[in-house]
Nanobody, 127 residues
Framework: QVQLVESGGGLVQAGGSLRLSCAAS????????MGWFRQVPGKEREFVAA???????YYADSVKGRFTISRDNAKNTVSLQMNSLKPEDTAVYYC?????????????????????WGQGTQVTVSS
């Protein structure tokens, strides 16, 4: 069982920045693929960014150049630095863990590819 706890959400003005963090349990964190997804009411959860066990990174087109995902295996954490935020980035952001050493975006960009999920953290961007 892997537990994921997100933090760092909040309210920010358009153009501002936030940094989300996700703390994971488990002894083999370095072998997990980690992802961030977001969801607004009435819509499906959508992919934002992911980082593989080998530190390959993947981004949704809507956040490329603005968001950066990183991981610290010594601290069992994954972070999402969000810059130049827009009102359309408003959502609940979820951290997810994928067991197994996979390579390629197909394994990281779909919600069904993840084994564990956090509870989510709200990000609100005001215009």
């Amino acid at each position: 069982q892997v537990q994921l706890v997100e933090s760092g959400g909040g309210l920010v003005q358009a153009g501002g920045s936030l940094r989300l963090s996700c703390a994971a349990s488990g002894r083999t964190f370095s072998s997990y693929g980690m992802g961030w997804f977001r969801q607004v009411p009435g819509k499906e959860r959508e992919f934002v960014a992911a980082i593989s066990w080998s530190h390959s990174t993947y981004y949704a087109d809507s956040v490329k150049g603005r968001f950066t995902i990183s991981r610290d295996n010594a601290k069992n954490t994954v972070s999402l630095q969000m810059n130049s935020l827009k009102p359309e980035d408003t959502a609940v952001y979820y951290c997810a863990a994928k067991l197994g050493r996979y390579s390629g975006s197909i394994y990281y960009t779909r919600t069904g590819g993840y084994d564990y999920w956090g509870q989510g953290t709200q990000v609100t961007v005001s215009s």
